[in-house]
């Protein structure tokens, strides 16, 4: 990300700085030991204050390990809303890079959270709301990708109507693509989006005095809870490259050919052992004799999921929009019979989706196992049906 600023910073690094005769707390929020990113946030009061250590409690994850290796498509359109921005979130598969889950929240946040071992990745399928943070306040629509990094104390605050989110975590850094960036950290100009696209917050709350909150950290693969006697959005000022975004999956512009492009054309951004990309509707390969649909392809080394978001997904049959088609590696996958035929002469697609490849196996859990569609895995076959849900978006 760029260098962004918000509210009041001293002129240099690490001399005093005060507010009405305070002395202000001066906070290093940075990757890789003081040699990556980093932001420098000024608070009122120290972030190390607790008034009570509360509860910690472990993350269970409930795996489903599957009697057979195939294609899978999991349905999420059926689940209801639950729970909160964190702990609605229901998680479908992960592996040690990453995790996916979807969320329903059915209210906003009651407690502070801040991720202390990952970064966080949200689609919005729907919804809107503002997160509110220690780097100011975040507004969100729909479609957009919310960046969340690590150490970002946070709550949401949900508008009225449903809200649907495809959720990543990883204990990587998110980032944009390595290719897309010039040495020195800017978008290039063949990137498929420009610093312009990226939303940082833009209005810094200070909340000053005593109060009673409650503060939920993600540590050590579980959720400590600290009880707080001040309001912990507490920041005067801040500066640096570090701090939450978003960016709107229709500020992608997609990179087309005269014959298809391949899946990377439409990475979005990068993690370790991991990719998320976005497709968009788009004008299709202009080649008189072009395929204007992928190739067969041997995931040999990947895991390639796909949550299909509005439109109809060209390459597939039978997907309903919200559902989640999981090709994992060591198999070939393309588009089913008769979809090639049709799409021959197409000159546009409507399609939207999120896809995520990862490169080491991913674990599914019990939930996947509810969701699952064993249809989907004889899809292929001539004249074989289309899962029971069509496309209505
Ligand atoms: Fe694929």
Known sequence: MRYHRLGEVPAKRHVQFRRDGRLLVEEVMGYEGFSGNESILYH?????RVAEVLEFTPIAREEWVPDAHVHRLTQTGPLEPEGDPVH???LLMWNGDVEISVCKPAQGSDVFFRDGEGDEVLFVKEGSGVLETVFGTLPFRRHDYVVI????????????????WLC?????????????????????????????DFHAPEELVTHDGPGEHVLEVRVRDGY????????????????????????????????????HQPPPVHQT????????????????????????????????????????????????????????????????????????????????????????????????STLARDLDDRAYALSWREGAPASETVVTG
């Open 269 to 364: 951004f990068q993690g370790p052992g991991f990719v998320i990309c976005s497709f968009c509707p788009r004008e299709l390969d202009y080649d008189p004799m072009a395929v204007p649909l992928p190739y067969h392809h041997s995931n040999l080394q990947s895991e390639e999921m796909i949550y299909y978001v509005a439109g109809e997904f060209g390459s597939r049959k039978g997907v309903a929009l919200e559902s989640i088609t999981l090709h994992p590696s060591g198999l070939p996958h393309g588009p089913q019979p008769g979809l090639v035929e049709r799409a021959l002469g197409a000159r546009r697609t409507e399609e939207l989706a999120v896809m995520c490849d990862t490169f080491r196996p991913l674990r599914l």
């Open 224 to 259: 400590q809870r600290f009880l707080l006697d001040y309001h912990p959005l507490d920041v005067v000022g801040w500066d640096g490259y570090v701090y939450p975004y978003t960016f709107n999956i229709h500020d992608f512009e997609p990179i087309t050919g005269r014959v």
């Open 149 to 164: 990094p690590r150490g970002t104390t946070h709550r949401f605050r949900l508008d009225d109507g449903p809200q649907t």
């Open 44 to 48: 009122l009061v120290s972030p190390c």
């Open 88 to 90: 609605g979130r229901r």
């Open 168 to 196: 990543f975590q990883t204990p990587g850094e998110i980032e944009t693509p390595n290719r897309y960036r010039n040495r020195y950290g800017q978008l290039n100009e063949g990137a498929p989006f420009s610093q312009r």
